[in-house]
């Protein structure tokens, strides 16, 4: 498994840091989570093909999560000499089919999927077993049905929070994975309700027994921080911290 950070900020744009997306790519498969504005852009310098996404799992329906959907499925429409054949499957929370005919009723037939088949899945507390991996979902604390993904192919695990506050659930999704990502939006003297800091994204990594921890989602506030030593006061395995660009090792 190989991991590529597309967008390691928040909705506020900065110089460095574009709105939440990541790629996991393993054997033949490219699953796209999240998707904020701009996520697909940086794909071509980064070496993966947008086409060749298959999975698009997204954990909740804010704009800097959500709103690549529709350049995604426009550039699959009107890519020149490219038709695609090949399901594209759209995992995320309940409403996620009525997200999609909301943007359909603006967007019309630009988005709808002409030559390949659509298909939603629908996630709360659920688990999808595919031909060589698993997607399983959980809750999360953030917006109203956020939910969190854990992934497990040959062997290997990665879990991925989306947004979320502590939670006993994002502890449950994130047990012994390979690789946590978790979102670290704010730091401590400034916590948000439905966001993490440095210090609880330590807690869950540690109590979750997580191999290794990444962090994202970082609000500029962060810039004048030590999140690498806040978090490890809490977890004292190999903590990471996203940059867009960067690829992870699974």
Known sequence: MELTVLGSGTCIPTIDRGPSGLALSFGSHLILFDGGGGSLRPMPRLGLDFRKIGFHCITHFHPDHAIDLIPLLFALNYTVDFRRSEPLRLVGPVGLRDFY????????HWIEAHTYPLTFHE??????????FSVETLPMAHADRSIGFRVEANGRSLVYSGDTDYCPNIVRLGKESD????????????????????????????????KRLLLTHFYPVFQSHDVRRECGAE????ILLATDGMKVSI
């Open 101 to 108: 005919e909301k943007m359909r009723e603006i967007f019309g």
């Open 179 to 210: 690789l946590l990502i978790l979102e670290c939006s704010f730091p401590e003297e400034r916590k948000k309700e439905g966001h993490l800091t440095p210090r609880l994204a330590g807690r869950i990594a540690r109590e979750a027994r997580a």
């Open 123 to 132: 996630a709360g507390e659920s688990r999808i077993d595919f031909q060589d």
């Open 235 to 238: 977890y004292s395995g190999d």
